[in-house]
């Protein structure tokens, strides 16, 4: 089974350009997060998905961030304009229930953002 | 607020040399408390989830434990290919993990 799939792996990109990541979860997981780890700091929530409605977007720095998941499947985090504070590496997750026993959140190798 | 933290930050052991992780977390509603394994460049990897104080759970060389204040990972006779970042987080019944900072362990040969 295929585990949670993110693109690209790594990216350099320009300050002011806009930068695309996109997930794909584990089959049959409805739960899509993402989380950020910036250098030399804990990895961080960004938001969740349940499905294709956002179910907790609390964890998102700014509106240059936007995220979608479109038909409840693969999601989409673009960063338009990129910042030099936006460098670090973005990791999806996947679950197939939310809360309580039995849930295993699997997450993906991450997206390694480099902004110059 | 909710608040995890991990010690040591890093540890060096001998291939051999049995040692444990701290993990304290102060979170209200935790619905569990999970352990990941990263190596360098790669993504969490799952090890456990624990849900209620005295509960443990064992994988190969590693033991995890759960009170109502702390998580500890024990690592029996560890072996050089256990080197790597542990990762403790809390679950809260939203779906949203709070991560610590991690214990870089080095097990040496």
């Known amino acids: 089974e295929a585990g949670v799939t993110q693109f690209p792996s790594h990216s350099v990109i320009e300050k002011g350009q806009t930068v695309t990541l996109r997930c794909d979860p584990i089959?049959?997981?409805?739960?899509l997060y993402w989380y950020r780890r910036v250098m030399g700091k804990e990895i961080k929530f960004l938001l969740h998905?349940?499905?294709?409605?956002?179910?907790?977007e609390s964890g998102m720095p700014n509106n240059r961030f936007l995220a979608e998941r479109t038909g409840g499947t693969y999601s989409t985090l673009k960063v338009q304009p990129a910042e030099l504070e936006d460098s670090g590496v973005y990791f999806c997750?996947?679950?197939?229930?939310?809360?309580?026993?039995?849930?295993?959140?699997?997450f993906g190798e991450g997206s390694w953002l480099t902004v110059v | 607020e909710d608040q995890v933290t991990q010690s040591p930050e890093a540890l060096r052991l001998q291939e051999g040399e049995s040692s444990s992780l701290n993990c304290s977390y102060t979170?209200?509603?935790?619905?569990?408390l999970f352990w990941y394994r990263q190596d360098p460049g790669k993504g969490p990897e799952f090890l456990f989830t624990?849900?209620?104080a005295g509960e443990e759970k064992e994988k190969e060389r590693l033991k995890a434990t759960l009170t109502k204040k702390e998580s500890f990972l024990h690592i029996t006779a560890p072996k050089p290919e256990d080197s790597a970042t542990y990762l403790c987080?809390?679950?809260?019944?939203?779906?949203?993990?709070?991560f610590g900072q991690g214990t870089t362990l080095q097990v040496k040969p």
């Open positions: 997750a996947s679950s197939q229930v939310t809360g309580g026993s039995g849930n295993t959140i699997y």
């Open positions: 089959s049959g997981h409805d739960n």
């Open positions: 998905f349940v499905k294709e409605s956002k179910q907790d």
């Open positions: 979170v209200s509603g935790l619905r569990g």
């Open positions: 624990l849900y209620s």
């Open positions: 987080a809390v679950h809260r019944n939203t779906g949203k993990l709070i």
